[in-house]
């Protein structure tokens, strides 16, 4: 005979049941939650990206502090600013010293100062185009160094490049496009000079091929150690680094506090990996070479143009990197990849984010070494 469930197994079974279903979620339940935690993401995400963003922005502030060391370390030891370098046709030569007489850029000058001196003095003392020397430079120029990329724009690496400096002198690095070469996101202060475009300057096609009288000395345009204020003299430098500069801190009359050494530069954010079609958008003669070629755009940027060359106040001001433009860039000017403003170190090592709205004529003024504005107008 079968044995009937006890009332009591019944009622446990009910009480099971019931426990299970009162812990289970339901599909609107589950999706309210989803919702919730959506919502919360949502609203946290904006203040996690701009935590990290003053991060990047500290990061950028103290490798612009390390440059400007390094800048006044070198002043110290040589009684002067690090030179700009020969123009775009020429890059780094190890056998040449500092000043005027090495025709790579500042960067380079410097690099002794930033625990880089191994890499300044590679291919020292090999003969040039020898096979020695070939390879050095291209260790060179393929050799990133941190504290010259924002951390908000690229990491430290090497970059396409559409220009590598051989046009005309063959002993330098041959280097394929495609290989890349290391690029600065900082730039030296040029001033607010007329002519500032390597193609402007004197540019020898060889050591042999020097002529000292055609050297567009940039002290010419001075007059008992003054800048000749009606720039008679269009090759005129007004700022700190430059082509072929060898400028003494006496000469920043302005002071050091109160003018520009050398800051972000300003890049279309298509090209920040590089691009080698300069029919491209977002191509740059801003950022299309390496960051030890001589002067350039690459390495040097101005804040005004009094002849107004490229047309708008546009090109010089300050702004932020953004997309979208066509074949005519504001290389020429400073800016950066933060959102918030540009940062500067000046010549006395200090640094200062600006904002991208600063006066047009007070930013003139700080980057003009001795226009006897900056004083009471700096930051």
């Known amino acids: 005979m079968e044995k009937k469930p006890e009332a009591s197994q019944f009622l446990f079974s009910r009480n099971r049941n019931r426990t299970l279903r009162q812990g289970a979620f339901t599909l609107v339940e589950l999706l309210v939650v989803i919702a919730i935690i959506g919502l919360l993401v949502a609203l946290l995400l904006p203040a996690v990206n701009a935590a990290r963003e003053a991060a990047r922005r500290t990061q950028c502030a103290n490798n612009l502090k390390n440059i400007g060391l390094a800048v006044l370390n070198f002043e110290s030891t040589y009684g002067e600013y690090p030179s700009g370098g020969w123009g775009l046709d020429w890059t780094a030569d190890p056998n040449r010293g500092v000043g005027p007489d090495q025709p790579g850029s500042w960067i380079f000058n410097i690099m002794e100062f930033i625990e880089e001196g191994a890499a300044r003095q590679a291919g020292q003392g090999q003969a040039i185009g020898s096979a020695q020397f070939r390879q050095a430079s291209i260790q060179l120029h393929q050799t990133p160094i941190t504290i010259f990329n924002c951390p908000s724009r690229r990491a430290p690496a090497i970059y396409v490049s559409a220009w590598n400096t051989v046009r005309e002198q063959s002993w330098l690095a041959s280097i394929a496009k495609t290989e890349g070469v290391a690029k600065s996101d900082y730039a030296a202060n040029s001033g607010d000079s007329i002519k500032f475009s390597g193609d402007d300057f004197y540019r020898p096609a060889s050591y042999a091929a020097i002529r000292e009288d055609q050297w567009s000395q940039t002290n010419a345009c001075e007059k008992n150690g003054d800048i000749r204020h009606d720039r008679s003299v269009r090759l005129c430098q007004t700022g700190v680094m430059y082509y072929r500069s060898d400028l003494r801190s006496a000469q920043i009359k302005d002071g050091t506090s109160k003018t520009y050494l050398a800051g972000e530069k300003w890049m279309p954010i298509e090209g920040y990996q590089g691009i080698l079609d300069p029919n491209a958008a977002g191509f740059t003669y801003g950022d299309n070479q390496s960051?030890?070629?001589?002067?350039?755009?690459?390495?040097?940027?101005?804040?005004?143009?009094?002849?107004?060359?490229?047309?708008?106040?546009?090109?010089?001001?300050?702004?932020?990197?953004?997309?979208?433009?066509?074949?005519?860039?504001?290389?020429?000017?400073?800016?950066?990849?933060?959102?918030?403003?540009?940062?500067?170190?000046?010549?006395?090592?200090?640094?200062?984010?600006?904002?991208?709205?600063?006066?047009?004529?007070?930013?003139?003024?700080?980057?003009?070494?001795?226009?006897?504005?900056a004083a009471s107008d700096g930051p």
Request: charged share 20%.
């Open 291 to 373: 960051m030890y070629t001589g002067y350039e755009w690459d390495n040097h940027r101005v804040a005004w143009n009094p002849d107004g060359d490229l047309g708008s106040q546009e090109a010089y001001q300050p702004s932020a990197d953004r997309a979208g433009f066509g074949a005519i860039l504001p290389e020429p000017k400073f800016g950066s990849a933060h959102p918030a403003n540009f940062q500067m170190v000046f010549c006395d090592g200090s640094v200062h984010g600006l904002n991208y709205e600063i006066d047009p004529l007070t930013h003139r003024w700080l980057a003009n070494r001795e226009d006897g504005n």
